[in-house]
């Protein structure tokens, strides 16, 4: 089981959930969150002060999958959250080692 976190651009989020959703995957937390890598920001001006907004908001979008659903995953994720530009965002894949479905007790792979 593998547990993957995608760092989205707020616009791509609706594909990018209609998108897994087709390809099956079952459930999805999402968070919005605050931050920057390469793109670095911009600065902007309010009342004629500039200052450098350094945070960026984008959304966190994270699932959980067996292991035999992770490349699809990933490739969808990744045709659909891609624009070409500095700031598409990033995906983390790590691998869990136990699910609990907390209302049933299920565990493994059947809790996802």
């Known amino acids: 089981m593998k547990k993957i976190e995608a760092v989205l651009r707020h616009y791509k989020l609706e594909d990018v959930k209609n998108a ?9 937390t999402v968070t919005e969150v605050r931050g920057f890598g390469r793109q670095r920001g911009h600065k902007e ?38 624009t070409g530009q500095i700031g598409d965002g990033k995906i983390f894949v790590t691998n ?17």
């Open 20 to 28: 897994l959703t087709q390809a099956g995957v079952q459930g999805m």
């Open 45 to 82: 001006t309010y009342r004629g002060a500039e200052y450098t907004v350094d945070f960026l908001p984008k959304v966190k979008l994270e699932v959980a999958v067996a292991d035999d659903e992770v490349a699809k995953v990933l490739q969808t994720i990744t045709n659909i959250a891609r």
């Open 96 to 112: 869990l080692a136990d699910v609990i479905r907390i209302r049933t007790g299920e565990t493994g792979p059947d809790a996802i």
